[in-house]
């Protein structure tokens, strides 16, 4: 092969992978659009700060307080509950055990109870009034199992109020569980309780500083992990997750 007939197939190659990062931020720009477009906010003021989204078929509102962190509807919400709810026939929520971690304001654990699923919103105890509001608001007389609102401290008490005998979850959601906290530790050990052999983790997250970002590789000793769905403009990573050995067992075809 001569010079030119190399420097031609290079610049070929490079071509190609060229055109196919600009189809992947395409399809990326496209999606994403999709899901912020769910998002609306009131078209006069009101005297309680407010979000609405579009979501399973229902608007639903969530009252924030921009004070807290774990009051507010963070993009890594929006992209699981759009996730939910495009795959609701692969991914069938009816009649199926949910917990959600860190829930914050509630969103996911609305929108999987109006796809049907009997839901455990856990957080904080100084969430949960915010919580407990956000869900009724959005759910009584829309679901058909009316879900419950628990105080949950990552690591803490965990066998007393979440006993492995008689607790079992078909599904574990978290939204932006992984940001600049203390508390990895107990949240690998919260993960590790509530899961049993056959529970699917579904775990959006965003990608922030280096020491969060290594919290994927500790759970990784635990669960075989498998990327749904990457948004590089969000900086979110959607993740299905299982015990170790169990997902070969159930492989998965779900995509955003």
């Known amino acids: 092969m001569d010079l030119t007939t190399s420097q031609h197939n290079h610049l070929q190659n490079q071509g190609v992978r060229e055109f196919k990062t600009q189809e992947g931020e395409k399809e990326d ?6 899901i912020m477009e769910r998002r609306f906010f ?8 407010w979000e609405g989204f579009h979501f399973a078929g229902h608007e639903i509102r969530i009252t924030e307080a921009t004070d807290c962190y774990g009051a507010v509807v963070w993009p890594s ?5 759009y996730f939910l709810e495009t795959n609701s ?4 929520l009816v009649d199926k055990n949910v917990i959600e971690i860190g829930a914050g304001t509630g969103l996911v654990s609305i929108v999987a109870s109006l796809l049907g699923a009997f839901v455990t919103a856990t957080d904080l105890p100084e969430l949960l009034g915010n919580l407990q509001y956000n869900i009724l608001q959005n759910t009584k007389q829309k679901c058909k199992h009316q879900p419950c609102v628990k105080e949950l401290s990552w690591g803490i008490d965990m066998e007393k109020n979440f006993p492995r005998s008689s607790c079992h979850f078909d599904y574990i959601m978290a939204a ?3 940001y600049h906290h203390p508390f990895l530790d ?7 309780h ?8 579904l775990w959006a997250m965003k990608f922030r500083l280096e020491e969060e970002n290594r919290f994927v590789d500790r759970f990784q000793t635990l669960f075989d992990l498998e990327m749904i769905s990457n948004f590089p403009s969000l900086n979110i990573a959607l993740y299905k997750a299982m015990r170790k050995g169990r997902m070969k067992a159930r492989p998965s075809k779900l995509k955003v």
């Open 29 to 34: 720009e496209q999606i994403v659009a999709k």
């Open 42 to 49: 009131p078209d006069h003021i009101a005297y309680k700060t």
């Open 77 to 81: 919400a929006l992209v699981l509950c």
């Open 89 to 92: 026939k692969q991914c069938n």
């Open 176 to 178: 932006d569980v992984v």
């Open 186 to 192: 107990e949240l690998l050990l919260t993960f590790d």
């Open 194 to 201: 509530l899961c049993k052999n056959d529970t699917v983790i």
